[in-house]
Every structure is written in C-alpha cells, then in structure tokens.
C-alpha cells in the first residue's frame, strides 16, 4: 500500500518524507487555504515547492466546475511538474474532464467519492486513482470502511486499474483497516501517520533493553 500525505504544510511533508516512507502527497482547496496560499502564482509555487520535496505524485485539485475550465486548468497544473496528478470533482463535468486527461496521458485523482457507483465512473474515465473520503462517510453514521471493500471487490470483479486512495483519514487505526480493506493508497495527517508508531510496549521494552545494557556497560 502507498502512503501518501494530506496537508500542504511543507514542514509536515519534509517531516514524513525524512522517514522514508511517503509516496505521495495530496491537498485540496481548503487544505491550501490552512496554509493561507492564495493567487495562482503563489498556490502554483506553492505545488512546485512540495513537488521538489517529493518525487512521488502530488494531487493538485482543480477549481473550475466546467469542463472546458477543469481542462484549462488541469492542463496547467500538469505542467508544473512531472509527478503532478490533477485532482478532479466527482461531478458530470468533472468525470468528462477525467476522460479527456485520461486521452491526453495526464494522471488524475478522482476526489469526493462517497458511494460506489461513484467510483465506477471514476474508473471507467479512467482516472488514475479514485478518493473515497473515510471520514466524512464515518461522519453520517455511515461505514466508510465498507466502502472501500465494496469498491475493491468490485474493480477486482471488473478488472479496472484505477488505485483505491482512502482519503479523509483521520486517525492511525483507520490507516491498517484501509490496508486491510483493501486501499492501494492511503492518505492522512501527519498526525495520523506519527499514531502508528505508539505502542506502550514497544516503550516499555526498549527501556528495558537499554537498563540492562547500561547494568554492564555503564
Ligand atoms: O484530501 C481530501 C480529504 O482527505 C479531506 O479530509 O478530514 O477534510 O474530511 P477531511
């Protein structure tokens, strides 16, 4: 499974690229507005700055709800960089602007899924990964986790190659039942990503090992 990060913070990026682990990166509108990037010359510097931070792929979201904007714009993202992935709405317009990327060769990220007819579509645009968002659905008393078993069964079934990117990832836990639902990428918080290490006996343990090499060694 991939381990990508969902902020636009580059400390945390730096942070969770030093541990060797991360393949990637994803932000969002409201993610980049946290960082208080605004102007399209600054939120495009911006991503060039995280994609020279991280080799792996950078979801940048486009802002136009149109097809003709979502191509324009996506066009422009895509030349930023070589590992920029175009972040596009499950929306009409937005799984017709999937298609057209899908054609021209430029990667795309599928974002706000919450069912699986949803990532259905996604896949037969063709979009390189499809973002269930965890969370939100777990929000509605819903179980986000049923979601991405159900859409991993059914590109299984179907033999679609897009990725399974469990987005909206709030806690450690949710990351290792992801994995075993059957994400081929997960994305969260550096918080959520730091929580996996925690275990008390990991702690406890290494104190001891190091009490008892201290007993002899001083
Ligand atoms: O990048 C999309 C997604 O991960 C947002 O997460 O916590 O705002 O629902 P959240």
Sequence with gaps: ??????????????EAAELGILDGVTTNPSLMAKEGISGQSNIEKHYKAIC?????????????????????????LAELADNIVVKVPMIKEGVKAISHFTEIGIPTNC???FSAAQAILAAKAGATYVSPFIGRIDDTNWDGMKLIKHIAEIYAIQGYETEILAAS???SRQISDAARNGADV????????????????????????????RKLNG
């Design 1 to 14: 499974m991939k381990f990508f990060i969902d902020t636009a913070n580059l400390n945390d990026i730096r």
């Design 186 to 213: 997960v994305t969260c918080p550096l918080s959520s990503i730091m929580g996996m290490f925690n275990h008390p006996l990991t702690d406890i343990g290494l104190e001891k090992f190091l009490a008892d090499y």
């Design 52 to 76: 020279e931070i991280v080799p792996g792929d950078v979801s940048a979201e486009v802002i136009a709800t149109d097809f003709k904007g979502m191509v324009e714009e996506g066009k422009r």
């Design 169 to 171: 990832i709030r806690s």
């Design 111 to 113: 974002t706000l899924v």
